[in-house]
């Protein structure tokens, strides 16, 4: 997408390095030698492609900040304004590791306290959904035997389970850990079943003829192709459990972001809940984000389809 | 010529039924064929006449509702690596690359007598002769239709297979690559004297490649219609026998099989 429409003589110096690759890559079949020689020396950019890709975008943050503003002055700023929430930001930013006692840390400490329990309970329940699931999908008795089991429970909130989780450990952290356990083994079991049961027949057939060993057969070829579907619900999980640990640790107490959101409505400090709110978004976008890089990773021809 | 050299692979009286939600339905019925060390033979039918069937009770994947097959003497009981298979969609492992996939099956059978140089030099020795070695490294997804089949048939040859068990292996390609492949399998043949049996439903193919051509008729309850020896000379020339009269003759007997004799398809379905 080179177009001279958008020349400007200002561009080799504002990205001549950007702008070099796009005209090495341009075929040009058109154009004479001597045309393209003038180009290779203009160096075209493609701003279009580059208005695509930052405007819209932008527009959309713009949107939400003044939509955000607008209720500030609304609510006679009872919630505060984008640009005081990002003062306090900043504030809060420079030393996010601090600690007095545990119902005052940084927001570093919040964050990180929350992702070891979804790390935690995330953990378990992959340790115990992958093997339970590859069983549900190996053998149709067991499948039968838990599908009633895996559709009655589903369904529920995993909150429904932290009394019991409470009752049983004896503490707020382990129950708040047994709450994501739950919520995350649903889509790792189901997501591995299906896919062991999806594996296709032509590559079982490939195990029969060759007369592989169960173990070759695991390792060269469900491992492999159950994969895909694994990360697909460790996707999952992880995204759920980023939901769930939040209230969680609302009701919960003790240091994380959900409860750094409860202690802020009780010292009625917005802008700090304001922040919070970002501040689990964004983690929650680059865990998604790292998870499907990994997928795609992993992720081969004749499975994508 | 020994009983055992004349009848390697042996079907007696094979009946396959299936049991599906309308009640059992009959693939095939009354199947008798011997098939001789060395030879080559191919199953032509309709889509639907229970060929891939037939293949696939040869290989051992199922197994007969009634009757017994044969291989060298011993009764066939499941798919073993003397029987190799040829899957109508290669069937590589698309995270393994070509060299590993080959490695796979020559690890099978030779890992318990030679050691890991010598199953490197055998998995090498497969992918050559396909013509495959730049392409070792590479996954199926990187190469083409008909390197991906290459790497499929190198796979079964690597195990030296007592019969090796073609289903449809071109029919997923186009003409030239497939009429290339089938000059490569003519002369891999030729060099390994393998007995192969061949599922098609391509009729050049059939008479260009085969000693016999059993012909099925539709199904269901899909029988042996007819066999039909090839006499033509080898090594075959696909040019040489395109103005053959023998060839056409040959040809012609198989067209009037499938289209005169066994032509209405939608009629009996």
């Given at each position: 997408m080179v177009s001279a429409v958008f020349h400007s003589p200002l561009e080799p110096l504002v990205a001549p390095a950007a702008a070099q690759q796009v005209a090495a890559a341009a075929?040009?079949?058109?154009?004479t030698p001597s045309q393209r020689d003038k180009e290779k020396a203009s160096t075209p950019f493609d701003w279009r492609g580059a208005w695509m890709a930052f405007l819209p975008p932008l527009l959309g943050l713009g949107l939400l900040v003044g939509i955000w503003e607008m209720v500030s002055v609304g609510t006679a700023r009872s919630i505060p304004s984008p640009l005081e929430t990002w003062k306090q930001a900043l504030v809060l930013f420079s030393?996010?590791?601090?600690?007095?006692g545990p119902n005052d840390q940084g927001v570093g400490w919040n964050v990180l306290s929350s992702l070891q329990r979804v790390a935690f309970g995330f953990g378990m329940a992959a340790l115990v959904g992958i093997p339970v699931g590859f069983m549900i999908g190996r053998f149709e008795f067991l499948s039968r035997m838990f599908n009633p089991l895996i559709s009655l429970m589903?369904?529920?909130?995993?909150?429904?389970?932290l009394p019991i989780g409470l009752l049983v450990f004896k503490g707020a952290n382990p129950a708040a850990i047994w709450t994501i356990f739950i919520c995350s083994i649903w889509p790792m079991i189901i997501n591995t079943a299906v896919g062991v049961q999806r594996v296709p027949q032509d590559y079982m057939n490939v195990a029969r003829v060759l007369n592989l060993s169960e173990w070759k057969i695991v390792t060269k070829i469900l491992f492999p192709a159950v994969l895909p579907y694994m990360l697909t619900g460790v996707r999952l999980a992880v995204g759920t459990a980023w939901l769930v640990i939040v209230a969680a640790e609302m009701l919960t107490?003790?240091?994380g972001i959900g409860f750094w959101v409860w202690d802020e409505w009780n010292n009625l400090n917005v802008k700090n809940i304001i922040i919070a709110i970002f501040v689990i978004g964004i983690v929650g976008l680059v865990l998604e984000f790292a998870l499907i890089k990994l997928a795609t990773a992993f992720t081969f021809e004749e499975v994508k389809s | 010529m020994s009983s055992l050299t004349t009848k390697y692979i042996e079907i007696q009286g094979v009946e396959q039924t299936f049991k599906t939600k309308k009640g059992p339905f009959c693939a095939l019925q009354n199947i008798n064929l011997t098939v001789a060390k060395g030879e080559f033979v191919a199953l032509i039918g309709h889509?639907?006449?229970g060929k891939s069937t037939l293949l696939n009770l040869i290989a051992g994947l199922t197994t007969p509702t009634q009757g017994t097959l044969l291989c060298a003497n011993r009764e066939i009981s499941g798919p073993g690596p003397e029987r190799a298979v040829v899957f109508q969609n290669h069937?590589?492992?698309?995270?393994?690359?070509c060299f590993e996939n080959v490695y796979l099956a020559v690890e099978r059978v030779f890992a318990a007598k030679e050691n890991k140089a010598q199953l490197k030099a055998r998995t090498d020795a497969a992918l050559a002769m396909v013509g495959l070695t730049a392409a070792a490294?590479?996954?199926?997804?990187?190469?083409s239709g008909g390197m991906k089949q290459r790497v499929g048939i190198a796979r079964a040859l690597c195990m030296e297979p007592k019969v090796l068990l073609l289903?449809?292996?071109?029919?997923?390609?186009?003409a030239l690559t497939r009429a290339k492949l089938q000059d490569e399998l003519l002369q891999i043949v030729a060099t390994t004297q393998s007995t192969v049996v061949m599922v098609t439903h391509d009729v050049d193919e059939a008479v260009l490649l085969s000693d016999r051509i059993v012909m099925m008729t539709n199904g269901?309850?899909?029988?042996?219609?007819e066999v039909l020896s090839v006499?033509?000379?080898?090594?075959?020339d696909r040019v040489a026998l395109a103005e053959s009269s023998e060839y056409l003759h040959y040809r012609k007997a198989v067209i009037d099989f499938l289209y005169?004799?066994?032509?209405h398809v939608e009629k009996a379905a």
């Open positions: 075929p040009a079949d058109t154009s030393d996010p590791f601090y600690s007095k589903r369904p529920v909130s995993p909150l429904a389970w107490g003790g240091v | 889509s639907g006449c069937s590589l492992l698309p995270w393994l690359t490294q590479k996954r199926p997804g990187e190469i289903d449809e292996p071109f029919g997923a390609l186009d269901p309850s899909a029988t042996i219609g006499a033509l000379p080898r090594p075959r005169t004799r066994q032509g």
